[in-house]
T-cell receptor
Framework: KNQVEQSPQSLIILEGKNCTLQ??????????LRWYKQDTGRGPVSLTI?????NTKSNGRYTATLDADTKQSSLHITASQLSDSASYIC???????????FGAGTRLTVKP | DAGVIQSPRHEVTEMGQEVTLRCKPI?????LFWYRQTMMRGLELLIY????????DSGMPEDRFSAKMPNASFSTLKIQPSEPRDSAVYFC??????????FGNGTRLTVT
């Protein structure tokens, strides 16, 4: 069983709308959690990093939250744009910073 | 910085042929990773190097796969002999301690 589960698997929204992507993990011990954005035909790019003590972090229209007690994270996208169409991958690091576990990703499509 | 550079971008080969994928990590990064991405399985770690030394190769699927990092600025992933089920996108990524992964744009491998 994957230690990082993402939902939904795919999502279609209209331009300008908000959306929230979910990541649940069982990785332990926990070091940090990152959200990556992967455009079609490109490699993933880091959006945010959350450590144990952080509850929320923003990067422009992207806001990530972390509840270390329930082992859940979310990525909220505000006022979506067509360029937000991509896969969003949740990556959780265990005690060693290079011991990373990947979620399967959420495929987001923003339509005009 | 040019980022992580992978070559070729696309590779089409016949079953049984040898395939060599190449990667130049970002200068100053001391860890290098090879991943395979498919629709069914998402991103899977194949092997990672730290200071040019292979640390974890448990993800290498079979003896047909091998990876080398002769110096800090170059790595290869070789498949010999290739099989149709090896068709996937292969990503190289690099980082330094506690920094996000920086991915190349991948090599799309098709084995017919």
């Amino acid at each position: 069983k994957n230690q990082v589960e993402q939902s939904p698997q795919s999502l279609i929204i209209l331009e300008g709308k908000n959306c929230t992507l979910q990541c649940n993990y069982t990785v332990s011990p926990f070091s940090n959690l990152r959200w990556y954005k992967q455009d079609t035909g490109r490699g993933p790019v880091s959006l945010t990093i959350m450590t144990f003590s952080e509850n929320t972090k923003s990067n422009g229209r992207y806001t990530a939250t972390l509840d270390a007690d329930t082992k859940q994270s979310s990525l909220h996208i505000t006022a979506s744009q067509l360029s937000d169409s991509a896969s969003y991958i949740c990556v959780v690091s265990a005690s060693s910073y290079n011991d990373m576990r990947f979620g399967a990703g959420t495929r987001l499509t923003v339509k005009p | 910085d040019a980022g992580v550079i992978q070559s070729p971008r696309h590779e089409v080969t016949e079953m049984g042929q040898e395939v060599t994928l190449r990667c130049k990590p970002i200068s100053g990064h001391n860890s290098l990773f090879w991943y395979r991405q498919t629709m069914m399985r998402g991103l899977e770690l194949l092997i990672y190097f730290n200071n040019n030394v292979p640390i974890d190769d448990s993800g290498m699927p079979e003896d047909r796969f091998s990876a080398k990092m002769p110096n800090a600025s170059f790595s290869t992933l070789k498949i010999q002999p290739s099989e149709p089920r090896d068709s996937a996108v292969y990503f190289c990524a690099s980082n330094r301690a506690n920094s996000p992964l920086h991915f190349g744009n991948g090599t799309r491998l098709t084995v017919t």
